[in-house]
Nanobody
Framework: QLQASGGGLVQPGGSLRLSCAASRYTLEYYTIGWFRQAPGKEREGVSCISVSGGRLFYANSVKGRFTISRDNAKNTVYLQMNSLKPEDTAVYYC????????????????????WGQGTLVTVSS
């Protein structure tokens, strides 16, 4: 089972760290993607980390503000979100895949096999 956590209410300019943890399998063998879906909008890819951790991808809208990382000892992938903006408000999901991500594919949800329950991030004053 895959579970995203760490969401909450934060003021603009604030920070949150989301976690993606698995209880029944080892995340280090998978590509992990973070996605989000705001009310009334389509789901979009936010970030992705390869199995090795050496390939990182970010949506243009979060580049320079969000950082993805993985801690294999804790079987967890993180999304550090800084300088949050109201437009970052969404439900955030993590997903796993066995594919090798490249710049033209990492953000496509159809490339991911398992999805966790989302966590709500609300950026508001």
């Amino acid at each position: 089972q895959l579970q995203a956590s760490g969401g909450g209410l934060v003021q603009p300019g604030g920070s949150l760290r989301l976690s993606c943890a698995a209880s029944r399998y080892t995340l280090e063998y998978y590509t992990i993607g973070w996605f989000r879906q705001a009310p009334g909008k389509e789901r979009e890819g936010v970030s992705c980390i390869s199995v090795s951790g050496g390939r990182l991808f970010y949506a243009n809208s979060v580049k320079g503000r969000f950082t993805i990382s993985r801690d294999n000892a804790k079987n967890t992938v993180y999304l550090q979100m800084n300088s949050l903006k109201p437009e970052d408000t969404a439900v955030y999901y993590c997903a796993t895949s066995t594919f090798r991500p490249i710049s033209s594919t990492w953000y496509r949800g159809t490339n991911y096999d398992y999805w966790g329950q989302g966590t709500l991030v609300t950026v508001s004053s």
